[in-house]
């Protein structure tokens, strides 16, 4: 087993709650062991920090599984992967959710979601990597799916040095499937769909449309499969304008729009959501609720000073096309975009559009995206509701 003492001080942070340990901050490395298993980690003064597996290629050189002193084998996954799901469980969830968040379940690297009756996983760390086989026992023990399907082509790999992989890993099976979120039927492509298939993050916040949409007006801005323009129509709008530069979005809007018995109510446009808003100014054209829920503009620290101004850009064209006594819905999905900084770029955005608002609601990602205290890094997604005086 390799062990790594750590430079004086620098456990501080571990201990507090943040589960990476990064190669600068080990002052040695004893023992010996192949690349994926499980190391010890130890203070500068000797004492026992945790468990975690290692990979010399990643700057995170060891993730944290473990504070306590405790065998960590197959039993050990079984059992934190059933208290994931269990805690998700009893809060209510069903049909489609995280059943495991990485680092935020204290499985760093997997993220394990279900989409009916079908699971969709990432294994984005060499450490996981390892245990494909062994997780997918387990996953198939705890859920006895129809179909497992694996999302293993983020970016984040390389960094592992990881190839990118998608496919089937359980099952044969059709890999569009169908749920149901908020009542309503949807269609989500677990090969193609955006992260493992689709947005789960933001189910509650969608939910949370019914408080302002009844009988009104609604734009839904890079609406991907149309999750905010569906609740919408569920939850009474008069009128729903779905906006996504993709055509095959679009297409699937409109699948979903018919699926629920809403294409009387939902219209599509294929078109980029800054020349659309910007259109909507020049023709007069106004809404009573706007959502703005675009992807990450900024996913490095060091574009977060260009995806802050098009975060601003679009909120400022956003807040001039809303009735007055309407409402904009904006959000960020970018960890990089920090709270303060989101809080920031509406007030600049409020201020250069000429109108009035006031914040009425601040939202995050949904339950089952619980972040761990200590990684701010899992607190990504910010959500606020403006009203527009």
């Not at 039993?75 to 489609?96: H, P, Q, S, V, W």
């Amino acid at each position: 087993m390799y062990v790594l003492t750590l430079k004086k001080n620098e456990e501080k942070r571990i201990v507090a709650g943040h589960p990476w340990v990064y190669a600068n901050e080990v002052l040695k490395i004893e023992g010996k062991d192949v690349q994926g298993s499980i190391a010890k980690v130890c203070a500068f003064d000797g004492r026992f920090i945790g468990y975690g597996y290692i990979n010399h290629l990643s700057k995170i050189i060891v993730r944290i599984l473990s504070y306590r002193d405790e065998v960590i084998d197959e039993a050990f996954f079984y059992d934190r992967i059933f208290a994931a799901n269990k805690m998700r469980t009893e809060l209510g969830y069903d049909d489609n959710y995280r059943v495991v968040f990485g680092e935020n379940d204290l499985l760093p690297g997997l993220v394990v979601d279900k989409y009916g009756d079908y699971l969709s996983v990432q294994f984005l760390t060499l450490g996981m990597e390892v245990r494909k086989k062994m997780i997918v026992d387990i996953l198939v023990k705890i859920f006895a799916p129809k179909g497992i399907y694996e999302r293993s082509d983020s970016p984040v790999r390389e960094k592992e040095g990881l190839p990118l992989f998608k496919g089937p890993i359980y099952g044969d099976f059709d890999p569009v499937v169908t749920i149901e979120e908020n009542g309503i039927k949807m269609l989500v492509d677990l090969e193609n769909g955006q992260k493992t298939g689709y947005f789960l993050d933001q189910k509650e916040n969608r939910a949370n449309l019914a408080e302002y949409v009844k009988g009104k007006t609604v734009l839904d801005c890079f609406s991907n499969v149309g999750g905010f323009a569906l609740n919408a129509a569920k939850n009474g709008a008069s009128s729903v304008l779905a906006v996504d530069i993709s055509q095959i979005a679009v297409d699937s809007i409109a699948e979903n729009a018919k699926l629920n018995g809403f294409e009387n109510v939902i219209q599509t446009c294929c078109a980029d959501v800054f020349e659309k808003l910007r259109d909507f100014r020049h023709e007069g054209r106004k809404f009573d609720v706007v959502v703005l829920d675009p992807p990450a503009f900024t996913k490095s620290k060091d574009t977060v000073k260009e995806g802050y101004k098009g975060y601003k850009d679009i909120n400022i064209q956003a807040l001039k096309i809303v009735n007055k006594g309407g409402f904009l819905i904006t959000c960020s999905c970018s960890q990089h975009l920090t709270i303060n900084m989101f809080l920031d770029m509406i007030k600049e955005s409020v201020a250069q559009s000429g109108v009035r608002a006031k914040m009425i609601e601040f939202r995050t990602q949904s339950r089952d995206h619980g972040t761990l205290v200590g990684l701010d890094e899992g607190l990504y997604l910010k959500v606020a509701v403006l009203y527009v005086l």
